[in-house]
């Protein structure tokens, strides 16, 4: 199943609650935070405060897109703060195993997320272990920005890898969905599509905007 999951990154803070609520009812099945930290990327945002009260006025999943340097330090605050899938980068994680078991221990779900230049052979040996691996699809740190190409054939070879290992792992992009790119994605296998600035776009109601990128990723035509 396809899935469009509003990341709030885009979202008007000064009434989160609201616009968490607003993509509850326009039906998303699940939110991303995003949580960057000045160090892994050149952007500061939320951090467990958020992740927590977004918590309070939501019954859906929860993922924290963690974009910091030292993520094993913090997987039991935001785990604790309501996360229920944790997402961490590879790029950071020499000891990728360990982190993904101190997930797991803490009873959530396991993602990793590779950047546009990290190749998806790095996470071959670790796919059985993973609930969801995260192609971004820009350079993480910032919202707006365009889809890069480049990291098509590398959904598409995640899916192989998947299929070949029997494994039903999700494969979420993040950076750049819109109606435009959406339907590529899919096509190239990515099941779970993030999407920010084309939900919370001010041109139109939240609800609106998800159902325009659902109808955009479900179509044969493109
Ligand atoms: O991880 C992210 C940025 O690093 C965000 O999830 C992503 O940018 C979503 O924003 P948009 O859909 O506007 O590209
Ligand atoms: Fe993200």
């Given at each position: 199943?396809?899935?469009?999951?509003?990341?709030?990154?885009?979202?008007?803070?000064?009434?989160?609650?609201?616009?968490?609520?607003?993509?509850?009812?326009?039906g998303?099945?699940?939110i991303?935070?995003?949580?960057?930290?000045?160090?892994?990327v050149?952007?500061i945002?939320?951090?467990?405060?958020?992740?927590?009260?977004?918590?309070?006025?939501?019954?859906?999943?929860?993922?924290?897109?963690?974009?910091?340097?030292?993520?094993?330090?913090?997987?039991?605050?935001?785990?604790?703060?309501?996360?229920?899938?944790?997402?961490?980068?590879?790029?950071?994680?020499?000891h990728l195993?360990?982190?993904?078991k101190q997930?797991?221990?803490?009873?959530?779900?396991?993602?990793?997320?590779?950047?546009?230049?990290t190749?998806?052979?790095?996470?071959?040996?670790?796919?059985?272990l993973?609930?969801?691996?995260?192609?971004?699809?820009?350079?993480?740190?910032?919202g707006?920005?365009?889809?890069?190409p480049?990291?098509?054939?590398?959904?598409?070879?995640?899916?192989?890898?998947?299929?070949?290992?029997?494994?039903?792992?999700?494969?979420?992009?993040?950076g750049?969905?819109?109606?435009?790119?959406?339907?590529q994605v899919?096509?190239?296998?990515?099941?779970?599509?993030?999407a920010?600035?084309?939900?919370?776009?001010?041109?139109?109601?939240?609800?609106?905007?998800?159902?325009?990128?659902?109808?955009?990723a479900?179509?044969?035509?493109?």
């Open positions: 199943m396809i899935e469009i999951v509003p990341s709030i990154l885009s979202a008007d803070f000064a009434r989160l609650g609201e616009q968490v609520r607003e993509a509850e009812a326009g998303a099945e699940r991303q935070i995003d949580v960057m930290d000045g160090h892994f050149p952007n945002t939320m951090g467990p405060l958020v992740v927590e009260a977004v918590r309070r006025v939501t019954r859906l999943p929860l993922e924290a897109h963690l974009m910091i340097t030292n993520p094993q330090e913090y997987i039991e605050t935001f785990a604790q703060a309501g996360a229920d899938i944790i997402i961490v980068h590879q790029e950071v994680c020499p195993h360990r982190v993904i997930i797991k221990a803490a009873g959530k779900r396991a993602g990793v997320a590779i950047n546009p230049s190749p998806v052979f790095m996470l071959k040996d670790m796919l059985s993973l609930d969801m691996v995260l192609v971004m699809t820009i350079n993480p740190g910032f707006g920005q365009e889809l890069i480049e990291t098509l054939p590398k959904i598409v070879e995640l899916r192989r890898m998947l299929a070949e290992r029997h494994l039903s792992c999700d494969i979420e992009v993040d750049g969905i819109s109606e435009k790119t959406a339907a899919v096509k190239a296998g990515a099941n779970l599509l993030v920010g600035s084309s939900v919370y776009n001010k041109k139109e109601s939240v609800a609106q905007a998800i159902e325009r990128l659902r109808r955009a479900t179509s044969e035509h493109l």
